[in-house]
């Protein structure tokens, strides 16, 4: 069995028993793909910032997390609607 497999066995057998499993991990070189940020300038008329404004409040976030929540839910739509076709 290689040393991969042997640490994938430890590893299932201490999570099912449940013990601690995180000192098995690196977290110090954690990667996510995809998370890459770029950034972009949007213009939006007045009443719109105003809107995200009040609802940012309404949510307690800032207005940038409810653009994003907002984007990222329509896309995350787009691609279940697209996934049925």
């Known amino acids: 069995m290689s040393a991969i497999r042997d640490t994938e066995d430890k590893l299932l057998e201490r999570f ?7 000192d098995m991990f690196d977290l110090e070189r954690v990667e996510h793909p995809n998370r890459e940020l770029k950034r972009v300038n949007v213009d939006f008329p007045v009443w719109m910032v105003d809107a995200l404004d009040d609802e940012a ?14 984007i990222a839910e329509r896309l995350d739509r787009m691609h279940k609607v697209a996934a049925t076709l």
């Open 57 to 70: 409040g309404r949510l307690g976030i800032n207005r940038q997390a409810v653009i994003k929540t907002w």
């Open 16 to 22: 099912d028993a449940g013990e601690e499993v995180l």
